[in-house]
């Protein structure tokens, strides 16, 4: 069992930087894809990024190549999203995801109960 609890959204300005965490508890986190997802008001959950178990393999959505930088800390248990240039377009719930699976379309064995980043512009 794997338990996810993000932080560090907030209301920044368009081409400010955030830093998302995702503490987990549980010893699965070690050995388990990560991947991170965010839903805009009316929209439907959309990938971000995802990073293996040992984060020597990363992937991310078009959309944020370039701007964000997904890593991890096994040792503290924990998983980022570094964002930087943020757009308003980047407004969403961000949600944390583990899977003991790996990193796969579907993935989402465990899911955080999200943090908010909104982006003004």
């Known amino acids: 069992q794997v338990q996810l609890a993000e932080s560090g959204g907030g209301l920044v300005q368009a081409g400010d930087s955030l830093n998302l965490s995702c503490v987990a508890s549980?010893?699965?986190?070690?050995?388990?894809?990560v991947g991170w997802f965010r839903q805009a008001p009316g929209k439907e959950r959309e990938y971000v990024a995802a990073?293996?178990?040992?984060?020597?393999?990363?992937e991310y959505a078009d959309s944020v190549k370039g701007r964000f930088t997904i890593s991890r800390d096994n040792a503290k248990n924990t998983a980022y999203l570094q964002m930087n240039n943020l757009k308003p377009e980047d407004t969403a719930v961000y949600y944390c995801?583990?899977?003991?699976?790996?990193?796969?379309?579907?993935?989402?064995?465990?899911w955080g109960q999200g943090t908010q980043v909104t982006v003004s512009s």
């Open positions: 990073i293996n178990w040992n984060g020597d393999y990363t």
């Open positions: 549980g010893r699965a986190f070690r050995d388990a894809g």
């Open positions: 995801t583990a899977d003991t699976r790996g990193i796969y379309s579907g993935m989402g064995e465990y």
